[in-house]
């Protein structure tokens, strides 16, 4: 038997944005077993959360991660307004439905960028990355800040969108989607990118559901799953179909995520086209009650759970936040033995991990 | 309110998330509560393909232990530990055991979700 190896994979690594180790034992260059060290960017917000008042709990959920900063906002006071129990105004699901799918394109351009970059393929990182610029642009002039967006509030949004930046939004969006979309047809087509992902790091459907898995990673393996299904926010008006994948390598979570770009900016398009005119919000009646609810939203890395109890009083009593990272981690375990070591940052990077998120 | 919640003991624990991984559902996560003198665990499973959500909610004792589910959904093992370094819920034969340090340090607080006087009113406001 060939000695085995010890190797740390992290903290720091060129494809990891965020911090975490995994200790990879490994035999003539085959990974055999895997253990994930977490914690070095625990912040204890779920604490946190419940010292404050209800309403600066958006600001710290916000904070969970950069992003995802704008669904987790959403997602703190969609769980907040089914706790109450209150419904917000239609215009204000049509400007989250908006916003969330700006963060969805953003995060999954990065992410492309992030392949790219790991594959070597630099040009295509920049390109995929300058494109996310625009998008970004249009989130700054929307909400007025660039990464936390912060536009969400209990019973509502706390900006509009008028009809001057309505017009620059679908304008750039569709040039945003015909240069995004020639980008990932050369992804899609490129022999050095099919050389390294097809084929790494498969899970199949029935491994995938048994670990948990959520988001692009668990559509990839050919699970039509996808909380914009539930129809919370506008979804239930667009037609939305999830985009699923077959193979479950890391070539397919690859194709998942380029197409969710395309059909991403397709959903703006559609609910700028179908916005009702309207409030954006609501005043929340009376305190908030004794009581508990659950809400998920799918986010750029797939289903983010929120679960909150309040105890009648201005604090909430338990605030619980599952991120999808933390749910697709365990799927590395299974993943990474018996692949290739040089495979090893391919795949990790195929999960789209946020430790931020993670860790909370 | 949860929908689709059924309250359990810690003895069928094993038992009833067994039927969720012989009818192919999705673990989704677990919620601990602290209630003063107990802990309230609770383990969300959604069916696939599909959206609908189911609860397993059960009430233990701070010094009580409890079966670890990760020897059938291997990705609850995160969550244990999670809940036992936050809660101080033991948890038995975890598939893997970070020893109350997964995500907390040597110097972090001990228990930091429990409700007690010392944690009231630190930090927020």
Known sequence: MAPRTIAPFGPQHPVLPEPIQLKITYENEKVVDVVPALGYGHRGIEKACELNEYPKNIHLCERICGICSCMHGISYCEVVERLWPMEVPPRAKYLRTIWSEMSRTHSHLLWLGLLADA????????????????????????????????????????????????????????????????????????????????????????????????????????????????????????????????????????????????????????????????????????????????????????????????????????????????????????????????????????????????ER | MIENLKEISKDTLLQEVQKFADAKARFVTTVCSDLGDKLEVTYYFNYSPGVDMVALRMVVGKDEEVPSISGIYLTAVLSENEMFEQFGLKVKDMAIDFGGLMLLGKDSPVKPMVKDDAAAGKGGE
Not at chain 1, 229 to 238: C, H, K, P, R, T
Not at chain 1, 291 to 316: D, I, M, P, S, W
Not at chain 1, 326 to 335: D, G, H, K, R
């Open chain 1, 119 to 358: 594959l070597g393929f630099e040009s295509m990182f920049m390109q995929f990355w300058r494109i996310r610029e625009k998008v970004l642009d249009l989130l700054e002039m929307t909400c007025g800040s660039r990464v936390t967006q912060s536009v969400s509030v209990v019973g509502g949004v706390r900006r509009d969108i008028d009809d001057e930046q309505k017009k620059i939004c679908i304008r750039t969006l569709q040039e945003v989607r015909q240069e995004a979309e020639a980008l990932i047809n050369v992804l899609a087509t490129d022999p050095t990118v099919k050389a390294r992902t097809v084929g790494k790091g498969v899970l199949t459907k029935e491994q995938a559901i048994l670990l948990g898995n959520n988001g692009p990673h668990l559509r990839a393996s050919g699970v039509k799953e996808d909380c914009r299904m539930l129809g919370m926010q506008a979804y239930g008006e667009l037609g939305f179909e999830p985009v699923v994948e077959t193979d479950g390598d890391c070539y397919a979570r690859a194709l998942v995520r380029a197409r969710e770009t395309l059909q991403a900016i397709d959903l703006q398009l559609e609910a700028f086209s179908k916005m009702p005119e309207g409030e954006i919000y609501v005043r929340p009646k009376g305190s908030p009650p004794a009581n508990e609810a659950v809400y998920r939203c799918e986010q750029a890395r797939g289903e983010v759970f929120y679960y909150a109890k309040g105890n009648g009083t201005r604090k909430l009593e338990r605030l619980r936040v599952r991120t999808p990272t933390f749910a697709n981690i365990p799927s590395l375990l299974v993943m990474l033995p018996g692949s290739e070591l040089a495979d090893v940052p391919i795949i990790v990077l195929s999960i789209d991990p946020c430790i931020s998120c993670t």
